[in-house]
């Protein structure tokens, strides 16, 4: 890139996930929808963000919160159908707001018209799935070892018409999301297809779901034991699934402006998430590890360091993220002990405890967490609530969970419906301005104690979580330009420069003072007398720069 040509603008964006059920109703019925989206675009705008990211919005019978799709090429009648959609695109690009939205290759809903062509028995069709005879005797074993990520094995028989068990069908999440065959070209054109749909709808790119799992290792061998997210697997990261973000690149690229992709991509083997990010490939990376890594420097250093080599070594811009509505969110995560040594293979929910939270020390590290990653280099994700410091609703009762990962424990892991409850937008009860008076209750139940963090009290809080991302995606772009420069700090302390702006991350355990001949520009929480206390990050200026 010549130093003339501007950066396009998906390097650097700040992007915000709404999960359209759980943002605003506008409709009345308890559910989110685009009506209620696009009457809070301005609300977004005014938070600072670039673009919007929306989950699947496709018709869906929303077994997995919508990664199970019917059809492709339309939006769920609950949301409000195609026609507000098209409404939403034009109204966020009129406000300067890029739209993203998810693209679910992997799997397709077992309500999509091929695959119920499939299960009546129609031999093209079913050649689009991975449909295989069982093992042992009868065909009553499934056909290899591997378990689904939601727990049980990866395979559901069939019964053929005349009422006999047929063969089984691949699943790599539940049953009713049945894997599709990349090795077939009908498959192939039907997803470019389904691609141009959507760009030639002014959509400005995609999140890629499962990116590292479309194509399967041929044969399907059993995986004898090895864990699908630690260890090399034959259902994930196969190199053939290359040749089909190659294509899906020449599609984006021949619009104007070219159109993006974001991979969801987990590799067991880091050196094989470059290859995703290859110049033909693409644009971007999800930076999983932050979901994950404990409140701590020397972690967080090590995750950040990685993120940035990754970056260097392909030229694909870093994709940071505190949260997402797959994990327990982040200021439940940091209200509890950080344990140094809990392993990356425990359910998402155990490996954060259960020990009572302190959900005042998870805002205000959750707080400094946020001048964290809204300054490193790259872009940064903000998932919706986050900017209100929603807390993960963990005694959402078991009856009104929906979450797969739920149900296919026996009911052991919580699942991931916490992270997703409606959010609040003003008032001091449920449903807290989410639906118009009137409304049924919110489809997933909303807390009480949820007032003091609706959109409408934080608004008039200038120490606010809201206030505070406002304040910081509203400077980022002018206060955090070139490339990061590790500084020296106190013990405990993270810190670096980007130009003439120096962060630090005080992780603890003491308050230390802050670097002389700067002053603060914005602080995640009071940092009285030069000192930046424990759990507090802070934006540093040369003294004489600066405004706040
Ligand atoms: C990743 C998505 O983020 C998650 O919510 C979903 O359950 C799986 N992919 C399956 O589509």
């Excluded at 059920?21 to 301005?42: H, I, N």
């Excluded at 609530?385 to 078991?398: F, W």
Aim: glycine content about 10%; aromatic content about 10%; some cysteine.
């Amino acid at each position: 890139m010549s130093s003339s040509t501007p950066a396009p603008w998906w390097r650097t964006a700040a992007v915000y996930q709404v999960l359209p059920r759980s943002f605003a109703d506008g409709g009345g019925d308890g559910v989110g929808d685009l009506a209620g989206l696009r009457a809070r675009l301005p609300y977004l705008a005014e938070l600072g963000v670039d673009a919007v990211w929306v989950t699947p919005w496709y018709p869906s019978p929303m077994v997995d919160n919508g990664y199970d799709v019917a059809d492709y090429r339309d939006v769920d009648a609950v949301l409000g159908g195609l026609g507000q959609a098209e409404a939403f695109v034009q109204e966020a690009h009129a406000l300067g707001l890029r739209v993203l939205v998810d693209i679910v290759p992997n799997h397709t809903s077992d309500a999509h018209a091929w695959f119920r062509a499939a299960l009546a028995g129609d031999a093209r069709a079913r050649a689009r799935y991975l449909f295989r005879p069982g093992r042992g005797e009868g065909g009553a074993l499934p056909p290899n070892d591997w378990e689904s990520c939601f727990g049980g094995p990866s395979w559901t028989r069939t019964t053929d018409a005349d009422g006999r068990p047929g063969e089984w069908y691949l699943h790599s999440f539940a049953p009713e999301q049945p894997d599709l065959d990349w090795r077939n070209p009908e498959v192939r054109a039907e997803f470019v297809d389904v691609l141009r749909f959507w760009f030639d709808r002014g959509v400005d790119g995609f999140r890629v779901d499962v990116a590292h799992g479309l194509v399967k290792e041929a044969g399907l061998p059993d995986a004898l034991g090895r864990d699908r997210r630690t260890e090399e697997h034959p259902g994930w990261d196969q190199d053939e699934v290359h040749e089909v973000y190659r294509e899906w690149r020449e599609v984006a690229d021949s619009y104007d402006p070219p159109r993006v992709f974001v991979a969801e991509a987990w590799v067991a083997r880091p050196e094989r998430l470059p290859l995703y990010l290859r110049s033909d490939e693409l644009h971007m990376a999800f930076e999983f590890e932050p979901l994950h890594v404990t409140w701590r420097e020397g972690p967080w250093r090590r995750v950040v360091e990685r993120g940035l080599a990754t970056a260097a070594l392909t030229g694909a811009p870093s994709a940071w993220a505190l949260t997402n509505h797959d994990v327990v969110r982040q200021v439940t995560r940091y209200a509890r002990t950080q344990w140094p040594e809990r392993g990356s293979n425990e359910s998402e929910r155990a490996r954060w405890g259960t020990e009572e939270p302190d959900l005042a020390l998870g805002r205000t590290r959750a707080r400094a967490a946020a001048l964290l990653t809204t300054a490193l280099p790259g872009l940064v994700y903000v998932y919706e609530g986050e900017e209100l410091g929603l807390e993960e609703v963990e005694d959402i009762p078991t009856e009104r969970r929906l979450d797969p990962i739920h149900t296919r424990s026996g009911g052991r892991d919580p699942g991931r419906d916490g992270s997703r409850v409606p959010l609040p937008w003003s008032g001091d009860r449920p449903p807290y301005g989410f639906s118009p008076p009137g409304a049924p209750e919110p489809w997933l139940p909303q807390p009480p104690g949820w007032g003091p963090l609706t959109a409408a009290a934080q608004e008039q809080d200038p120490d606010s979580t809201l206030a505070l991302y406002r304040c910081a995606l509203g400077l980022r772009h002018e206060l955090m330009a070139g490339p990061l420069v590790w500084h020296e700090a106190p013990d405990g302390v993270l810190a670096f420069a980007r130009g003439t702006t120096v962060v630090w991350v005080n992780f603890g355990p003491d308050d230390v003072p802050l670097p002389a001949g700067r002053r603060v520009v914005l602080a995640s929480g009071p940092a009285p007398d030069g000192v930046l206390p424990v759990d507090t990050a802070a934006w540093l200026v040369p003294d004489e720069e600066g405004s706040r």
